[in-house]
């Protein structure tokens, strides 16, 4: 194994660990403006990555899948709320989740900033940095929206009335299902291209003209 691809593991690792932690934080910030003070309890209310680690998800499985060539995989301690408190019901859990994937899409416009000033001043390796970690929350915001537990798209099936016995079924082969629709459709790769353009787009918008 080439120290590059190592390298890069480690690089797709620090990036995981940075962009758990506002992820998770959204989360537990909307539940607890609606009413939930669950996470404020369980200390989830705060930008510490340390809070949001979740060791498999956030370290372990996005470096195998790095070091493997497996494209992206992973994810953060997942924010506990009880819906019984949320204002608004299942649509109180809807915006909770959405809240996540939300901060995915606002973190990758000051990636995009960052990118294109230090390509500006030539600092490429730093640029190239801030460019991957702008497809990396875009990549993170797309992946969370399928509707598929554990993921914050499955709040859908909530909203939409889906039956619990049906959720409950999807929920316990959700994990499989996921690791089967990355390695065996084209899923990833839709979703890797799109970030990948949606990442340039961003950047060009701060190149200077």
Known sequence: ?????????????????????????????????????????????TLNPLAHIDWVGTVILPAV?????????????????????LRGGSQGLLRVALAGPAMNVI????F??????????????????????????????????????????SKFLIAFNVPPAIFNEIARMGLLILILAMAFTPLGTWMSNISVTTALALVGLFVPR
């Not at 120290?3 to 539940?31: K, S, Y």
């Not at 899948?65 to 997942?78: Q, V, Y």
């Open 107 to 110: 973190l990758a416009f000051p």
């Open 1 to 45: 194994m080439d120290t590059n691809t190592l390298i890069n593991a480690a690089i797709t690792v620090l990036l995981f660990v940075i962009l758990v932690a506002p992820h998770e934080f959204a989360h537990a910030w909307v539940a607890k403006q609606l009413g939930d003070d669950t996470p404020v309890l369980q200390g989830r209310v």
């Open 112 to 153: 995009a900033a960052l990118s294109a000033y230090f390509l500006a001043v030539e600092q490429k390796e730093i640029a190239q940095f801030c460019l991957r970690g702008t497809y990396l929350t875009v990549f993170l915001a797309i992946f969370n929206m399928m509707p598929v537990p554990p993921l914050d798209g």
């Open 65 to 85: 899948a790095s070091l493997l060539g497996g494209g992206i995989f992973g994810w953060g301690r997942p924010v506990l709320t009880n819906p019984a408190k």
